[in-house]
C-alpha cells in the first residue's frame, strides 16, 4: 500500500510538472495572437540586453539605425543574478514580453528564463550573432555553419515555456540590399521546419529596420509569401517586426503612425513595433503606447518593444532607461523608466477581433521583382551538412587553419584563392549566390571553411597537383587521403547530388571532416572576386559592411 501511495505521488507529480505552464502558450490565427484562453495578446515590451563593444559608434546604418556594429555581446539570460535583480523593475513596468538580440547557447539561461516565467514575462529571442554569426550582408549566405548556431540556441531554450518567437534576422535588408532577403526567407523556412519537426510553438520572427515604403513594404510582404502560389505558409515568417521610431516627442496616431498602419491594413501575419522609442525630441513622454494599444493600430499591430532597458548609447544619444551600479547590485531608474511606466500603466488594448471570427492565415503571391525590390522568388536551398561533409573530405586541399581564430583570414584568403583560381581559368562561382537571379551555386550552403577548400582544392588541381599551389602561405594541406584522379567539381557533383533541395533540418551535428567546421566569410567577395583585382583591397571595408547585419545587438 505504501509503496503505491508512493508510486502515485510520484507519478502525479511528474505530470504535474510536465503540465504546468506558468505562462499560457500563445498562438498566432491568421494576423493576430491569442492567449490558451481566446484572449488578444499584445507584446507589451522592452529590449533587455547591455551593450558589448561597438567596432565603430560612429558609423551608422541610416537615419532608422544610429546604432554602430557590435563586436561583442552579454548574454542577458545567462546572468541569473542580473534578472532576479531586474525583474520587480520590469513588473512595475508592467511589461510581459523582453526582446533579447543575442545569446551564448553554450551557457546556462535556467535562471533567468524560469524567473521571467514565473513573473508572466515571455522572451523574443535573436537567433543572429555579432560579427560571423549572421547573414552577411555584403556576401550573403544561408549555410551550415548559422543554421548550426540558429539550432543550438533553439535546442536549449525550446524547454522553456515562454518563448514567444525566434527571429532570424534584424535588419538585415536595407534599401540598397533587397537582394538578400532570400537568404531571410530561406532562413525563416528551414528555422520553421525545424521547430515544428521538434513539435515548438515558437513564432518565427524577423525585425525589419525602417524605410521607404517602395522596399519597405514589398520586403514585409515577401517575409510573408508563398513562392509556389499554394497558399502555403512553409517559406513564412509568423511575426513581422518593425524597428519603428516614427513618433519623436508629443505626436498623435496622424501624425507618426497613420501612414505606416496605413501601408500594413492588408497584412496576413502578425506585425509590432519590434523597437520604437524616439529620443530625438526629448524628454521622451511615451505618450506612443497610447496609440500602438488603441483600435486604431489594433486592427494592424500586436504591440510593441520599447527600446531600451539597460544603458544603449548611439550616435544620436541615450536610450536607456536605467542605470546599474558599478558592482552590479543596484537599480536605479530614470525619468523616462517613470513615464514609460505610467503610459503601460494606463494602455487597455481591445480584446477584439474574437479568436472564432479570425480566418487562417493566407500566403499571398510573393511581390513581383522590380528596380526598388530586387529579391527573387527562388529561395536558397537548406543547407546540407551531411553533404558538405562529404565534400570537405573527399577535397585534394583543405584549409587546415593554423588558429581556432580563423574568422579574419578564411575572407582573405577566398579573396585571394578566388582571384587566383580565376587567374587560371576557374571560377567562384559554385560557391556564391545571388538572391536577384535566385542563383545558387552547388557549393553555396556549405561553410566558408569548405568553400574555402573547395577553392583551393581546385586552384592545387589547375596546378596540376603541385603542393606548392596548396600551401596558401601555410594554410593549406594535400589530403592524402584524396583521389588523384577525381576533381573537386566532380566532388561536389557527387557529394551535393541535389543542390537545391530543401528539407527540414536536424539538429546541428559536428562535422568531423577535419579541425574547423565553420569560420567567417566576413568581407569575402566569393561572388565577384574572381578577376577583381580589387578584392583584397576592398576587404576593410567590406568587412566593416559585413558586420552591418546584427546592427542592435546590444552586446
Ligand atoms: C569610425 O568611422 C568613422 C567614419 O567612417 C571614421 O572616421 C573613424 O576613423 C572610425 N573609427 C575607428 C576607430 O575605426
Ligand atoms: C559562449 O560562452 C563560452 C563560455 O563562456 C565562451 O567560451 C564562448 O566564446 C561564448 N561564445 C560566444 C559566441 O560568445
Ligand atoms: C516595387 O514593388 C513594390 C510592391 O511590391 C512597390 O511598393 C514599389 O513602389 C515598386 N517599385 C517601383 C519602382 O515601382
Ligand atoms: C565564427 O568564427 C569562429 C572562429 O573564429 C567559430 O568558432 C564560429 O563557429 C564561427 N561562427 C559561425 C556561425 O560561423
Ligand atoms: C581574432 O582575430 C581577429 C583578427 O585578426 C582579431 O581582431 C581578434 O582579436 C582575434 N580574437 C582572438 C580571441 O584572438
Ligand atoms: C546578382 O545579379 C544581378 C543581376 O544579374 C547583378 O546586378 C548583381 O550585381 C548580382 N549580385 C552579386 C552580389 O553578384
Ligand atoms: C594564412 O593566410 C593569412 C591570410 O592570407 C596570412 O596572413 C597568413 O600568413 C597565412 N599563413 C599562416 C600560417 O597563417
Redesign the pocket.
Known sequence: MLKAIRAFVLISAVATFLSVRAVPKVSRVGRYLYNADGSRFYIKGIAYQEQGSFTNRTVVASADNPFGEPSSFIDPLAQGDACARDIPFLSALGVNSIRVYSVNSSLNHDACMNAFSQAGIYAIIDLALPLNGSIDRVSPSWSTNLLNQYIATIDVFSKYDNVLAYNVGNEVVLQDGTGIAPFVKAAARDIRAYLSAKGSSALVGYAAINGAANWRDALANYLSCDPSSSNSGATAIDLYGLNDYEWCGDSTFQASYAGTTGDYAGYNVAAYFSEFGCITSPPRLWTESGAIFSSDMSPVWSGGIAFSYFPATSAQGQFGMVTISADGKTVTTSDDYDKLKTQYGLVSPPNSPAQASVTAAAYPTCPTTNSTFLASKVLPPTPNQAACGCLENALSCQFTPP?S?Y???AGTLLDTGCNLLGQAGGSCLDIGGNGTTGVYGRVSDCDPAVKLSYVMSQYYEANKRNAQACSFAGNGTVNPHASSSVSAIAVASSCISNPGATFAPTAAATTGAHTSTSSSTKGSSANSAVGNTHAVGGLVAMTFVGLASVMLVMA
Open positions: 588558429t581564430n574568422s579574419a583570414i
